[in-house]
C-alpha cells in the first residue's frame, strides 16, 4: 500500500512538472516554389524576394516559374558599386541588401528565368560570392579615394569582375519555344511591381507615413510605411489569411532562433532559453516600446531575409509563422523556420507584400 502511495506521489510530480514538446499542425498554407539554397553568400535577399515574387506569379497566373536570383543580384552589385564610389565610400557595399532592392532591379531591368542566368561560371556548381567581394570591395576602395581623380575605366573594371564570377548579363533567351528580354520576360508574369510595399513599425517615425530606415543594408535609401505595431501585425496575418506572402527581414542572432531545430521563439523568462527550443514555455508580451529599445540598442538588427508562406500552431494553440529560408531544405521542417508571434512582433525589421493583401483601413491610411 504505501508502495503504491510512493508511486502516484511520483506520478502526480512528474505530470505538474511535464513540459510538452513541439507538435505542429498547419494552419495555412501558401503554394510555393521549393527551397534553394543560397550557399555561400549574402544574398538571402535575393532569394527571398525572388521566392516571394515566385508564389506571386503562382497567385496571379497558376503558373510555377523558376526566377533567376543572380540576375537581380548582377544588377544590384553594379548599383552598390556606383553608391560606394560615387559617396567616396562613405555607404555600404558588401553583399547585403533589401527586398527592394530586387524590385528595383526588375523594375530597370526585368526579370529571366533560372535556366537563362544562373550566376554560375566555369565549372562551379555552388554559389560562393567571398573572392569577387573581397576583389571588388578592394577595388572600389581605390576608386572612392576622394584625393584621386576617378578614370572612368573604373565601371568596365567593376563589370570585368562581375562577369567573370557571376556571368555576363542576358539580354535574351528562349523559354518554352518562345524568345524573350527581361523586360518582356518580366510582363508575361503579369507581376506589376508597383503594386508592393513595405511596411514596418517604429514608434521614432510617424505613422501612416513612408520613411528611410536606418540600417546598413538600405544602401538604395529605399522608404518604408509606417504603422502601429499592432496593426504590423495584423496586416502580415490579414495577408497571410488572404492568400498572400511576404517577403520577411529579421533578426536571426537570438539564442532563441534555432537553425537547427528550425524554430524561433522569444521565452518570457531568461532562465528559459534552452528549454523553450525543445519544450512549449511562455512567452514574452512585446510592446512597441521594448521592440523600440531593442532596435535602438543594436539587440535587435537586420541580419537575415526570409519569406512567409503559411501558418502552424502547436499543440496549446500558440500561433507560429512558416518562414521558407534559403539555408537548405534539410531539418525537422524540411528548411522551413516556424516563428512565433512575440519573435516576429519583436525581431521582424519589416515585411514587402502586395499592396491588396492590407488591411482596407490600412491602405486608405497610406493612400496605396
Known amino acids: 500500500m504505501k508502495k503504491s502511495i510512493f508511486s502516484l506521489a511520483l506520478l502526480s510530480i512528474g ?67 556606383w553608391t560606394y564610389v560615387m559617396r567616396q565610400g562613405h555607404a555600404q557595399f558588401g553583399e547585403g541588401g533589401l527586398a527592394h532592392d530586387v524590385i528595383n532591379s526588375a523594375k530597370e531591368f526585368g526579370v529571366v528565368p533560372e535556366d537563362a542566368y544562373t550566376g554560375l561560371t566555369g565549372s562551379a556548381t555552388k554559389y560562393n560570392h567571398a573572392k569577387m567581394v573581397a576583389e571588388l570591395e578592394k577595388m572600389l576602395k581605390g576608386y572612392a579615394d576622394p584625393g584621386k581623380k576617378l578614370s572612368p575605366e573604373w565601371k ?41 510595399v513595405t511596411i514596418s513599425s517604429y514608434i521614432n517615425e510617424p505613422y501612416y507615413k513612408p520613411f528611410i530606415l536606418d540600417i546598413p543594408d538600405n544602401f538604395s535609401n529605399g522608404s518604408f510605411y509606417n504603422m502601429p505595431l499592432d496593426e504590423f501585425m495584423q496586416n502580415i496575418d490579414n495577408a497571410i489569411d488572404k492568400g498572400y506572402t511576404l517577403a520577411l527581414d529579421i533578426d536571426v542572432t537570438e539564442d532563441t532562433f534555432s537553425a537547427d531545430k528550425q524554430l524561433a521563439v522569444i521565452p518570457a523568462d531568461d532562465a528559459d532559453k534552452k528549454s523553450i527550443l525543445t ?42 509563422y512558416k518562414v521558407k529560408n534559403s539555408w537548405g531544405s534539410k531539418g525537422p521542417h524540411s528548411g522551413f523556420v516556424y516563428m512565433s508571434v512575440p519573435y516576429v512582433r519583436l525581431k521582424a525589421i519589416s515585411v514587402l507584400v502586395h499592396k491588396d493583401g492590407l488591411l482596407k483601413k490600412t491602405k486608405k491610411e497610406l493612400g496605396v
Open 15 to 81: 505530470f505538474c512538472g511535464y513540459s510538452q514538446a513541439y507538435e505542429f499542425q498547419t494552419v495555412k498554407d501558401i503554394e510555393a516554389t521549393p527551397i534553394i539554397s543560397q550557399d555561400q553568400t549574402g544574398t538571402c535577399w535575393s532569394f527571398s524576394t525572388t521566392s516571394f515574387l515566385e508564389a506571386e506569379i503562382i497567385r496571379i497566373t497558376g503558373k510555377p516559374i523558376d526566377l533567376s536570383e543572380m540576375f537581380n543580384v548582377r544588377h544590384t552589385y553594379d548599383k552598390k558599386a
Open 279 to 320: 519544450e512549449i514555455k511562455p512567452e514574452r508580451q512585446i510592446t512597441p516600446d521594448f521592440r523600440q529599445a531593442e532596435f535602438e540598442n543594436f539587440d535587435t538588427t537586420d541580419d537575415h531575409l526570409m519569406h512567409i508562406v503559411g501558418k502552424v500552431k502547436d499543440q496549446k494553440g500558440n500561433m507560429y
Open 156 to 196: 568596365s573594371e567593376v563589370k570585368k569582375v562581375l562577369d567573370e564570377t557571376l556571368g555576363k548579363s542576358v539580354t535574351e533567351f528562349n523559354y518554352q519555344g518562345k524568345m524573350y528580354t527581361p523586360k518582356s520576360f518580366l510582363e508575361m508574369t503579369k507581376l506589376k511591381l508597383q503594386d508592393y
